[in-house]
């Protein structure tokens, strides 16, 4: 299947919305859902940087990623001190994910890709990741991605949903 990896605009967020919401059961992404604010507030972070989307050549979007600031909390410290580089370095590759339907196209794998480069272009990528998902932790472990802690998610304080962080070691793979 053909498709081109484009900046994510303003427009773009309905369907991205949509699609977020119809791929959350078979993926459980985001885990809680419906999403506290919304799907659009799930979408577009704080500390965006950039984004993108997979887009068919007739129009269909096909899935999703950013690329945000790090924080300075439990994730950000802990990345740091693997990477031996200062919070303000790092770069979190997010809200990644693509529409099942699509599965095998090699959107999420061109979009994981994007993202990655833009992210070690402008600083360090890191990314967090369920535990549990074993297909996106696979996923980035053949990208040469390293997990360096399993914490609980600090989004979610009243659940135990445990999370790798991973870090893209400045010799790995996209």
């Not at 790090?70 to 990477?83: F, H, K, Q």
Request: charged letters at 20%; proline letters at 9%; a negative charge.
């Amino acid at each position: 299947m053909e498709f081109t990896i484009r900046p994510r605009v303003p427009g773009d967020i309905p369907a991205l919305a949509e699609l977020l919401e119809r791929q959350q059961p078979a993926s459980r992404y985001p885990f809680v859902w419906p999403f506290p604010g919304g799907a659009e507030s799930f979408l577009v972070r704080d500390g965006e940087l950039a984004s993108w989307v997979a887009e068919a050549a007739d129009g269909t979007l096909l899935g999703h990623v950013a690329v945000t600031h790090a924080d300075g909390g439990v994730e950000g410290r802990l990345w740091s001190e693997a990477v031996g580089a200062p919070v303000e370095e790092l770069r979190c590759v997010s809200v990644l994910f693509t529409d099942p339907g699509y599965a095998g196209s090699g959107a999420g794998s061109a979009l994981l890709e994007h993202a990655t480069r833009a992210a070690a272009a402008d600083g360090w990528p890191v990314l967090d990741v369920v535990a549990s998902a074993e297909r996106p932790v696979r996923l980035y472990q053949r990208r040469g991605w390293q997990i360096i802690a399993t914490i609980s998610a600090p989004w979610h304080p009243e659940l135990e949903l445990p999370i790798h962080l991973m870090v893209l070691p400045r010799d790995g793979a996209a």
